[in-house]
């Protein structure tokens, strides 16, 4: 929904902004009326489809005795001493698509759903929930693991060749077509910045499949087959749970870690072969992590 909104946003500007600027051709001023009408109604749509996409996303504002849902057109403020019940996190289908949404009933029987990728501090959101819910929240220090023969444990990486796997082979392929495209094209200087775009372009589509982990005494690790520099650090005893997940049309596979602070990650590898896929699972079981294998069967993506 929000793709084509901003594709609505990007036609109808760009049409009504070159009517505007085309208005001195030679045209009729009849015709130079009506063009004129069109290029402002179209701008016009274009900035009131910008404030739309703009009013969608809100955030959260919590006080001692109140939450405030702020959008760009209204603010709604809902007391605290109101809620009659609250779900957190639960996956539900929004417009089509499977989302991460909590639910807040009032006693006057008002439903307030609030969808995770909406805010984008709903995790500390999701921590006053809880709180108030009567949850323990625990933080990164207080969850026991087994150290028994940690003292022993050496670091494991999981990660078997990307070159070799169809994201890999696909990405290099798109490299290979670029580069052949630079050296037979004598104008390189003049589109250097559409090169560089496309580099940019293709990597950032290609490196979302080419996570890969490092699983130490004390922290799992993601690290990225092209991004090198990109490096995201989990401790293990904040670490709720991990699920695997396999989706339509996925080349690889997901994992979504869930820490005790509410927070929610996921990243996609076609890196790993389903016998390294078995012992990430089972040193992520050795560290008392709860893990849930969910890539038998595909299913649809959920947005956190």
Same mark, same amino acid.
């Given at each position: 929904m929000l793709i084509a909104l901003f594709f609505g946003v990007f036609l109808t500007g760009s049409f009504g902004i070159i009517l505007l600027f085309n208005i001195n051709g030679n045209l009729d001023y009849e015709y130079k009326d009506t063009r004129l009408i069109i290029g402002l109604t179209f701008t016009l749509l274009s900035i009131f489809l910008f404030l739309i996409i703009l009013n969608y996303f809100s955030t959260i504002k919590i006080d001692k005795t109140s939450i405030s849902i702020i959008s760009l057109f209204k603010t709604k403020i809902y007391p605290i001493n109101e809620f009659e019940k609250i779900t957190i996190s639960e996956i539900t289908e929004y417009y089509g698509a499977l989302t991460d949404r909590s639910c807040i009933t009032m006693k006057n029987e008002e439903k307030l759903d609030l969808y995770s990728f909406k805010y984008s501090n709903f995790s500390e959101f999701r921590k006053f929930l809880a709180v108030l819910k009567g949850g323990n929240i625990v933080s990164d220090k207080s969850k026991e693991t087994d150290t028994k023969n940690d003292s022993d444990f050496k670091n494991i990486k999981f990660n078997d060749s990307h070159i070799i796997s169809f994201t890999g082979i696909t990405f290099y392929v798109f490299i290979v077509c670029l580069l052949i495209g630079i050296i037979k094209? @004598? @104008? /390189?200087?003049? @589109? $250097? /910045?559409?090169?560089? $775009?496309?580099?940019?372009? !293709?990597?950032?589509? $290609?490196?979302?499949?080419?996570?890969? $982990? !490092?699983?130490?005494?004390?922290?799992?690790i993601i690290k990225n087959s092209i991004k090198f520099w990109k490096k995201d650090i989990h401790k293990l005893n904040n670490i709720q749970s991990i699920e695997i997940n396999k989706y339509y049309k996925q080349p690889g596979k997901s994992i979504i870690i869930k820490t005790y602070d509410y927070k929610v990650k996921e990243y996609s590898s076609d890196n790993l072969w389903n016998k390294t896929w078995i012992d990430f699972k089972r040193n992520i079981v050795n560290k008392t992590i709860t893990i849930k294998d969910n890539s038998n069967f595909p299913n649809r993506r959920v947005t956190y």
């Open positions: 094209n @004598d @104008d /390189f200087k003049d @589109d $250097f /910045f559409k090169i560089l $775009f496309s580099l940019i372009v !293709i990597v950032q589509i $290609f490196s979302a499949q080419m996570n890969y $982990f !490092i699983l130490t005494k004390e922290y799992l």
